[in-house]
């Protein structure tokens, strides 16, 4: 009889795991799992516990009902530190957990993540007497689209709670267990009340749409999973056996939890601001937005730093900053916040920064379940994922993503260097800036690695200042426009150009120019 499967905690199958079966009225079956992680056993149809083991892997228990035609999907989860905080993002003052799978004691310390990383308290030693009493689990099943719901302490006691800051940043909590594994999570701290003419948009919706914790992504099992656990991602997961974007083709999308552990926004103990940036998907995520927080603090810009959540919510009260800024890979929106914006920037005199790529490209819905539902609809006669019923997102960015030049990096080229933004940077047409870059992703260039370009749909007072040079007329088109409102848009166009920022004088002469503008305006 086929009993289910079992896989770890990115859907992988696990072969050779122990597993004790105690059936209700039954004897008692020991077995293994296959190379596929499935579990055949003769045991009658019903109530059963299952005690799974496997060296790596914490151990657990679980009561299901034997049903060959509805097989159990059992889950692991390895053996590793990993940690969230929950809510992900608060405002000053709040109350958050942090939420630690451990296998042993660890000690739990909150940092601020600015120009320097600054210690600002010890949180304290965690365990809780029995053996990996801090062990977390996760749910069998299909998680991703309800989360992981660990615990946070037990009881009135041993909660696991802190008082958010009152400062606003980005913050990350770092844990060390008794061996020295260690590891970061972040945490957005908005204000309580506006503190700073600057508003700084963190991309948490584009954070969870690359988290595969799980076994889905939106790049991986968009739509929803498959029947059995993977044994091979290249021949098993659709991503690498259908057309090009063809998991985006699908009629329906299944919910991504914020509810789940983000290892990719992980940042490594001893790395510094201006530290270049190492990971493939670290380099388009918070480690890298980091970045451009230190670079304003550099700069003497005062900023306060929001969620995106926390647009969509109206908690962002856009008339109460001159300028807000978006970075490195704002891709998805919902269409309350791209409307939010577009009114406050068009009608209302907002000014907008925006120094990303690919950014505000596939719309989505947030869930009152803490998840969100990515709407990948694919309409070759429109710019975008995002784009609404009526507008694309270049009317309000002034460019929009296409995928020529992506995957490349390459400096910029100045077309117009008689514009304001060029002031103080000696640069002349046809000379070449964003030389150097702390994305390490694939070289040094700001012009990289998804870029944006003017469209049929940018604004016509949309005009392209300088040009990335990578291959195929692919580079990122920087564009600077007023609006009929008495509002402004800034545009970089590309996903790398804020890693550049702290280590490219010209680039941040470039934004400095833009933002003392913008505020003085």
Not at 68 to 81: G, V, Y
Not at 112 to 141: C, E, I, S
Not at 224 to 240: C, E, F, G, Q, T
Request: net charge negative.
């Amino acid at each position: 009889m086929l009993i289910g499967f079992v896989s770890d905690e990115y859907y992988a199958a696990l072969a050779d795991v122990l597993v004790e079966l105690r059936p209700a009225g039954g004897a008692p079956v020991v077995l293994r799992s296959a190379p596929s992680g499935t579990i055949y056993a003769d045991v009658p149809a019903g109530p059963c516990e299952a005690v799974l083991s496997h060296p790596g892997f914490g151990a657990k228990r679980s009561h299901f009902v034997a049903d060959a035609a509805r097989p159990r999907q059992f889950r692991l989860l390895s053996d590793r530190l990993l940690g969230y905080a929950w809510p992900k993002w608060c405002r000053a003052g709040d109350e958050v957990e942090f939420r630690v799978h451990a296998v042993e004691p660890y000690k739990l310390g909150l940092w601020r993540y600015g120009l320097q990383k600054t210690f600002v308290r010890n949180v304290g030693w965690y365990d809780n007497h029995g053996p990996r009493a801090v062990m977390q689990t996760v749910p069998d099943g299909f998680f991703v689209e309800t989360g992981v719901r660990w615990d946070a302490g037990s009881g009135r006691i041993h909660r696991q709670v802190i008082a958010a800051p009152e400062a606003s940043g980005l913050y990350y909590f770092h844990a060390r267990g008794e061996s020295g594994a260690f590891c970061s999570f972040p945490l957005v701290v908005a204000p309580r009340t506006p503190s700073a003419p600057i508003a700084v948009l963190a991309s948490t919706n584009t954070w969870n749409a690359y988290n595969p914790f799980g076994g889905r992504s939106n790049y991986v099992l968009a739509s929803k999973m498959l029947d059995a656990p993977i044994v091979n991602s290249k021949s098993d997961l659709p991503r690498y056996n259908l057309a090009e974007y063809g998991e985006w083709q699908a009629q329906s999308f299944e919910p991504l939890s914020f509810d789940r552990p983000e290892p990719r926004n992980q940042v490594p103990e001893r790395d510094e601001c201006t530290d270049p940036i190492e990971g493939r998907m670290e380099c388009a995520l918070a480690p890298a937005e980091w970045r451009l927080l230190g670079w304003l603090e550099r700069e003497g810009f005062a900023y306060d730093l929001y969620a995106d959540e926390q647009l969509h919510s109206g908690v962002l009260d856009l008339d109460a900053y001159r300028v807000l800024v978006l970075s490195v890979h704002p891709e998805y929106w919902t269409e309350e916040m791209y409307w939010a914006v577009k009114r406050w920037v068009f009608e209302r005199g907002g000014r907008l920064v925006y120094l990303g790529g690919n950014g505000i490209n596939c719309k989505v819905e947030l869930l009152p379940i803490g998840a969100m539902r990515c709407l990948n609809h694919w309409d070759p006669a429109r710019e975008s994922r995002f784009h609404t019923a009526v507008e694309s997102e270049a009317n309000l960015l002034g460019v929009v993503y296409s995928d020529p030049g992506a995957m490349t990096v390459a400096p910029y080229e100045v077309i117009d260097s008689t514009h304001w933004i060029f002031a103080g940077t000696g640069l002349r047409r046809g000379d070449r800036f964003g030389t150097k870059i702390l994305h390490q992703r694939y070289g040094d260039g700001a012009s990289g690695h998804e870029t944006d370009k003017i469209s049929a749909s940018s604004p016509p007072q949309a005009k392209v200042l300088a040009r990335g040079l990578n291959p195929d007329e692919g580079g990122a088109h920087l564009v600077c426009f007023d609006t009929p409102g008495g509002g402004a848009v800034f545009s970089a166009g590309s996903i790398t150009y804020p890693t550049g920022l702290l280590c490219d004088e010209q680039l941040s002469r470039i934004t400095g120019n833009c933002l003392r503008r913008f505020l003085a305006k």
